[in-house]
C-alpha cells in the first residue's frame, strides 16, 4: 500500500489535445464540424442582457404611481442616453413642476403604475467565444459551443496569470538558467510568446506589457516581483481574471528556478512557431493547470512515457503551501497513516527539499516530475 500514482505535470512533444469552447449562455455557432479553425476563430457567440437600473419615478416626481404612465416621455422600448429626461411632471400653472432623468444609456424596459419605477437596461454586451487553439471543429453543440481538436505539442506549468491567448514563440535567452531582463525583450517581439529561463522580473513584465507581448514562459518568479507588477496579492488557488494584457507560465514554482531541461529543449526546438498560451490555474477542486499548446500539423504521434508510482529517489515538487512549488526528492514512504493539520488521517511522503531541508507532506500534495 506504500505505492501512488501521482502523474506531473505534462511535457509532450506530441499528444491529441482536445478543448471545448462553451457560451455562458445560449446564442449561435457559426461553425460546423470538420471546419477548420484558427486561434481567433469566433466558433461561439451570443449576447449578455445588460445592467438593469430601477429609477423610483413618481418618488422623484411626487406623484401617485398610478400617474406615471401619462407623465412619461418615453415608452416601453425607446433608447435613452444617461441624463436625458424619461418624465415630466407640472401641477398649478408650472407652480409645481418636476423630472426624472436616466440613470444610464439604454432601453427602457418597463413602466410599472403600481410600484411607480421605470426600468431602464443598459445595452446588451457581446459574448464571443474563440477556438483559441488551431485546429478541427470535431463537434458542435448546437447554440452551446463546439469541441476542437488538434495535434500539438502541449506543455503545463504549476501556476500562472492572465486569461488565453495565441502567438509565436521566440527563444528570448541562450540557457535555461538565465533570467528574462528587460532589454531581451524588442519591440519587434509584438504579438509574441516569449520564451525565458530560471526567472521574470517585474520590470521585465512591465517591459513586456509595453511591447505588446501576448505571454511569458519561464521557469519561476519571485513573489515580490508578481506583487510588484500585479499590484495587490494573488492568491494561488484559483488565478486567470487579471486585468493585465499578457499571460504568464511560470514551469517550476516560485524563486529563481532554472527551467526544466525537458521543457526547455522542447521550447528550443518549437521556437518560431504559433503557439496558444493560458495562465489560469486552478489547484483546488478541478485542477486547471497553465498551458502551452502548439498545433504540429503533419506530425507523427509517437508513445508517451506513463507516470510510475513514488518511490525513494523520485524527483517531486510540492503542489500544496506551505512548501508550495518546491522541489526535491523522496526519501521516505511510510506505510502508516499519520494525522496532518486538518486532523484527517493520510499517507504522507517525506521529501527532502533542495536546499538541505526535509518535509513531510500528504502523498496528495505532490507530483511526480518527469
Given at each position: ?289 497553465p498551458e502551452i499548446v502548439v498545433?504540429?500539423?503533419g506530425a507523427e504521434m509517437t ?68
Amino acid at each position: 500500500m506504500s505505492d501512488a500514482y501521482l502523474p506531473g505535470l505534462t511535457v509532450s512533444e506530441l499528444t491529441p489535445v482536445c478543448k471545448v469552447r462553451r457560451l455562458p449562455l445560449k446564442g449561435e455557432v457559426p461553425v460546423k464540424a470538420g471546419e477548420r479553425v484558427e486561434p481567433d476563430t469566433v466558433v461561439a457567440q451570443t449576447f449578455v442582457p445588460g445592467c438593469p437600473h430601477l429609477v423610483a419615478a413618481s418618488n422623484l416626481l411626487n406623484i401617485e404611481p398610478g400617474e406615471l404612465p401619462s407623465v412619461m416621455l418615453k415608452k416601453v422600448g425607446d433608447r435613452v442616453q444617461a441624463g436625458e429626461v424619461i418624465a415630466r411632471y407640472s401641477a398649478f400653472f408650472g407652480l409645481l413642476k418636476g423630472r426624472c432623468q436616466s440613470p444610464a444609456t439604454g432601453v427602457v424596459e418597463h413602466v410599472s403604475a403600481v410600484t411607480g419605477q421605470v426600468m431602464i437596461r443598459e445595452p446588451a454586451v457581446p459574448v464571443a467565444v474563440k477556438a483559441y487553439i488551431s485546429g478541427t471543429v470535431t463537434r458542435v453543440m448546437p447554440g452551446e459551443g463546439v469541441e476542437v481538436e488538434t495535434t500539438a505539442a502541449f506543455i503545463q506549468g504549476i501556476f500562472g496569470i492572465g486569461g488565453e491567448g495565441s502567438g509565436k514563440l521566440r527563444l528570448a535567452v541562450n540557457d535555461p538558467g538565465e533570467i528574462l531582463s528587460p532589454r531581451q525583450i524588442k519591440e519587434e517581439d509584438r504579438g509574441c510568446i516569449l520564451v525565458g529561463g530560471s526567472l521574470v522580473t517585474a520590470a521585465s513584465l512591465r517591459r513586456a506589457e509595453e511591447v505588446g507581448v501576448t505571454g511569458i514562459i519561464c521557469g519561476g518568479i519571485l513573489d515580490k516581483d508578481l506583487h510588484d507588477y500585479l499590484g495587490y496579492e494573488i492568491g494561488v488557488a484559483i488565478t486567470g481574471h487579471e486585468d493585465i494584457p499578457l499571460s504568464l507560465v511560470v514551469t517550476e514554482g516560485f524563486g529563481r528556478i532554472p527551467m526544466a531541461q525537458k521543457t526547455f529543449t522542447l521550447l528550443r526546438k518549437l521556437d518560431g512557431q504559433q503557439a496558444s498560451i493560458n495562465g489560469s490555474t486552478q489547484i483546488r477542486a478541478g485542477v486547471l493547470r497553465p498551458e502551452i499548446v502548439v498545433p504540429r500539423k503533419g506530425a507523427e504521434m509517437t508513445k508517451e512515457v506513463a507516470a510510475t508510482g513514488l518511490e525513494i529517489g523520485t524527483r517531486v515538487r510540492v503542489i500544496r503551501n506551505p512548501w508550495f512549488g518546491k522541489l526535491g526528492k523522496v526519501t521516505g514512504l511510510p506505510v502508516e497513516l499519520q494525522k496532518i493539520e486538518s486532523e484527517a488521517l493520510v499517507r504522507v511522503v517525506q521529501v527532502g527539499l533542495e536546499g538541505g531541508r526535509r518535509v513531510t507532506v500528504p502523498r496528495a500534495n505532490v507530483e511526480i516530475l518527469s
